[in-house]
């Protein structure tokens, strides 16, 4: 009751600020309840704060849920989820995954910040917790690797660089991918082990992945100067790509 009268408090004070803001709203601890009770749990603290918040005349606020523990990954998945709603290209890399999964054969791909371990974004396929956790792990096991052997001693250089990568074969037929992206992101890629044999296929597909990524997150704007027969100068905006996306075999 106590956090819920905190929540009210901050949620009323923020709404007068600013009455667009967002909210999400962390349910901590939840590992001590079985998975029928987390959910009526949520549904039970999600009631009670609307209604709260009804009472004192705010009726369109937006509030979001996550259960979480520190047992398990679902914290990350969580603070995924929020920073997901703050990236404008999500929906360009969620399309791009989904091409680079259906054309190579893939099973899961997600989308890294290295240091965070956070999923900035991943295919539309649903996503287990066993799986993102596998990808997180992949992550420490790469980086602890790459620390300890992969750079000469005494250098300031990072550990991540464009040559990072990792195929990992685990004793259920599956394979882990990595690949950077760039200094800060990294694909996590699982699929089964009869799809790796057109390894050269997924790399030539990453590289189309890579590419299409980083011009995302770039504005991707030509603006040729153009000057007519009586001397006007005119300007045109044209998109470098004719449909925006590399070619994936
Ligand atoms: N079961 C469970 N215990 C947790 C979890 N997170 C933290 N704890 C335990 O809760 C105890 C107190 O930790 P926190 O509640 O995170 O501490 P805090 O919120 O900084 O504490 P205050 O500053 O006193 O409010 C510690 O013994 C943690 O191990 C969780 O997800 N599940």
New binding site residues.
Partial sequence: MEALNKLHMTVSRAYKVNTEIRFEVFI??V??LSDDHKIETQRDINQRASDDLLDSGIDNVHLSFYL????DHSIFEALSKVVQKLIPQLPTLENLLNIFISNSGIEKAFLFDIVSKIYIATDSSPIDMQSYELCCDMIDVVIDISCIYGLPEETDETTFDELSCSTIKLNNSTVLYLREINKFLALVCILREENFYRQGLIDYNFHCLRQATQDAFQVQLKLPVKMDGMGHIFTSIESTESNGYPDLL
């Fill in positions: 901590h601890k590992d001590g979480t523990s520190i047992y």
